[in-house]
């Protein structure tokens, strides 16, 4: 699931809520959100960890979490 995806049935402030957990403004939730921007290794550990597992950090960063070939 995308942040975007896990976003779509969330009350209005729940990105701003998820920003102030991890510690980013609005404005960098917002590019994570619409895919403009990947997050860090650990930011994307911690929304993993805040999402409890509905967004995983392989699908936020393939190219570091994906599997090892």
């Known amino acids: 699931m995308t942040l975007e995806e896990y976003f779509a049935d969330k ?3 729940a990105k701003i809520a ?6 980013v403004s609005k404005t960098w939730m917002s590019l994570l959100v619409s ?3 990947q997050p860090s290794a650990g930011l994307a550990l911690m929304i993993e960890k805040f999402t409890k597992g509905a ?3 392989k699908t936020l960063r ?3 979490f994906g599997e090892i070939k």
Not at 18 to 23: D, Q, R, S, V
């Open 11 to 13: 009350p209005r402030g």
């Open 55 to 57: 967004v995983t950090r």
């Open 35 to 37: 895919g403009r921007e």
């Open 18 to 23: 998820l920003a102030n957990k991890l510690g």
């Open 62 to 64: 393939p190219d570091l």
